[in-house]
């Protein structure tokens, strides 16, 4: 007993800490955010003890609103927490694989499956509206590579459909922090036996081309392969 309330003790320091690093952050992106939580709190506490005055129980509408005004501050606060993350990690690389990861239960997703040198990257999530492409970097490159892939993924499972999401601030593209709502709404076609298997067949996949055999070393200079291929004797 005396070790979970140890432990419970140590891990409220680190909540707090980190909540207060949260917050310093934010301001850097937000610099009005002290104000606009200060003016939640204290008006959501004033509504609750006004209405109490008027009935005649300040001191019971008091502690409700000043529950309430902690409660509105938490969420005016983890919007405003979020948006400004969104806005620090907008035009990063890897920016839209951090946001996979926290679409919600029920996404497979793998990152970087494909990428070209100037790190124009294609991620995949696979869920229940199937398998859902993400791109970042220049349109105008990434688009090839985008459709490459997704050529890809028509052979291995024709059977499920394939979206192609672009990550940017140009027409036709996906805003990052708009990224998560996006594939949220898309239409859930597969079961979750499906996903699995598909999952399943994908990893299969990944496993057959990292264990392909490549040949060692550079190829010598002046070295071709033989027209037709090698001949049977």
């Known amino acids: 007993m005396a070790r979970k309330e140890s432990a419970a003790d140590a891990a409220n320091p680190g909540r707090l ?13 937000d610099k ?9 709190g204290i008006g959501t506490l004033g ?19 000043l529950l309430l005004a902690f409660l509105a501050s938490a969420i005016v606060f983890g919007r405003r927490a979020e948006r400004a993350a969104f806005g620090q990690m907008e035009g990063q690389p890897g920016a ?3 946001v996979l990861d926290n679409v919600g239960r029920g996404w497979t997703t793998t990152p970087a499956v494909a990428m070209n040198r100037s790190q124009d990257v294609v991620h995949r999530a696979v869920g229940k509206a199937g398998i859902v492409l993400v791109a970042e970097g220049n349109p105008n490159r990434v688009k090839s590579l985008l459709a490459a892939e997704k ?29 998560r709502t996006t594939m949220l709404k898309l239409p859930r076609v597969l079961s979750g036996p499906q996903v699995t298997a598909t999952n399943d067949r994908l990893r299969a996949l990944g496993d057959l081309m990292s264990n392909m055999p490549l040949p060692k070393g550079p190829m010598p200079k002046g070295m071709r392969m033989p027209r ?3 001949k049977m004797r």
């Open 47 to 65: 509504v609750f003890l006004a209405i109490g005055f008027l009935i005649g129980h300040p001191i019971y509408l008091g502690i409700l609103g």
């Open 32 to 40: 009005m955010i002290g104000l606009v939580l200060a003016a939640v």
């Open 151 to 179: 050529k890809k993924m028509a052979r291995i499972v024709a059977d499920v459909p394939v979206h192609d999401i672009l990550v940017g601030t140009g027409e036709g593209q996906v805003e990052l922090k708009k990224l």
């Open 228 to 230: 037709g291929g090698p």
């Open 17 to 29: 800490k980190q909540i207060a690093l949260t917050y310093k952050m934010t301001r850097k992106a």
């Open 96 to 98: 839209a694989a951090a």
